[in-house]
């Protein structure tokens, strides 16, 4: 069975920095994609970032160039590092899994319990 196991939220004051880990347990060969979302009170989950296993990035608009997507193939991790917070960052962040192999369903996204990150101003 594959879990997503995140860590690394916390709260923080506007302009500071968190970063946020992801690591999937289990019997896990390998990982095509590896992201993060978010979603805040009232809102609809929305995509953060994401990595391929080739290292291939997506970032949201209004997070580019302050927060940077990286991953550790070997280890299937995926990190999140955030710099510059701002309140409008404040969500739990989930961290998701696509194309996992082996998997006893495969097409199957995997995501984690999620982790709260509060910017305060």
């Known amino acids: 069975q594959v879990q997503l196991v995140e860590s690394g939220g916390g709260l923080v004051q506007a302009g500071g920095s968190l970063r946020l880990s992801c690591a999937a347990s289990?019997?896990?060969?390998?990982?095509?994609?590896m992201g993060w979302y978010r979603q805040a009170p009232g809102k609809q989950r929305e995509l953060v970032a994401a990595i391929t296993s080739d290292g291939g990035t997506n970032y949201r608009d209004s997070v580019k160039g302050r927060f940077t997507i990286s991953r550790v193939n070997a280890k299937n991790t995926v990190y999140l590092q955030m710099n510059s917070l701002k309140p409008e960052d404040t969500a739990v962040y989930y961290c998701?899994?696509?194309?996992?192999?082996?998997?006893?369903?495969?097409?199957?996204?995997?995501w984690g319990q999620g982790t709260q990150v509060t910017v305060s101003s």
């Open positions: 289990g019997s896990v060969l390998s990982i095509k994609s």
């Open positions: 998701n899994a696509d194309g996992v192999f082996p998997s006893t369903t495969p097409g199957r996204t995997y």
